[in-house]
């Protein structure tokens, strides 16, 4: 199957930075990538909805000024979590829909971030 | 809003037991419904879907059934291995389509020997 790929895993950062996180389609051209977080023990929320070359489409509540997400080119999305405070700690899944199948959507395998 | 529920974990289980892991929802209309599934360490994968009422989809001796009348789609295994450990997931995306998937909390599922 489709493969996605999330970069770093896991990343430790001091509150008041910003950290990156990189999701990729590594075997198709995803037009379309979701931005999710998880809590402890609670469901995925969906954050964003990146789309290649225009911006992103934010969920209600969700600061966009806070999780930039850029999807500069068909197999790369990137989410930034902008001057990080603990309460931001909390594990990322990124997603892709694959074209030649548009109800599949094929996540990566997170990223877990601590602010301290 | 779109909600689903689904029953709390862990459940543990010894091999080859049956399994039934229970997801309600609550939607409009005619929602299509899934089934993830997330080994350690690794993303979600699809494990199954339905698209319309009365469908049943299975997948690696998983099955679920789309049931309207009661808005389920529960999980079912007749023999579960020690490899079926995981975290399920079961959600929904809204009648007409569109790609918002809407999970339930997860249910880990642990097999022992």
């Known amino acids: 199957g489709a493969v996605v790929s999330q970069h770093p895993s896991r990343v430790i950062c001091k509150s008041g930075t910003s950290v990156k996180i990189e999701c990729r389609s590594l075997d198709f051209q995803a037009t379309t990538m979701f931005w999710y977080r998880q809590f402890p023990k609670k469901s995925l929320m969906l954050m964003a909805t990146?789309?290649?070359?225009?911006?992103?489409?934010?969920e209600q509540g969700v600061e966009k000024d806070k999780f930039l997400i850029n999807h500069a080119s068909l197999t790369l999305s990137t989410l930034t979590v902008t001057s990080a405070h603990p309460e931001d700690s909390s594990f990322y899944i990124c997603?892709?829909?694959?074209?030649?199948?548009?109800?599949?959507?094929?996540f990566g395998p997170g990223t877990r971030l601590l602010v301290l | 809003g779109d909600s689903v529920t689904q029953m709390e974990g862990p459940v543990t289980l010894s091999e080859e037991a049956f399994l039934t892991i229970n997801c309600t929802y609550t939607?409009?209309?005619?929602?299509?419904l899934f089934w993830y599934v997330q080994y350690p360490g690794e993303g979600l994968q699809l494990l199954l879907k339905?698209?319309?009422?009365?469908d049943k989809g299975s997948n690696k001796g998983f099955e679920a059934t789309y049931r309207k009348e009661t808005t389920s789609f529960h999980l079912e295994k007749g023999s579960v291995q020690v490899s079926d450990s995981a975290v399920y997931f079961c959600a929904l995306t809204p009648t007409g389509g569109g790609n918002k998937l809407t999970f339930g909390t997860g249910t880990q599922l642990k097999v022992e020997l």
């Open positions: 339905a698209t319309k009422a009365d």
């Open positions: 997603s892709a829909r694959d074209p030649r199948n548009s109800e599949t959507q094929y």
């Open positions: 990146s789309n290649e070359g225009s911006k992103a489409t934010y």
């Open positions: 939607a409009t209309g005619y929602p299509s």
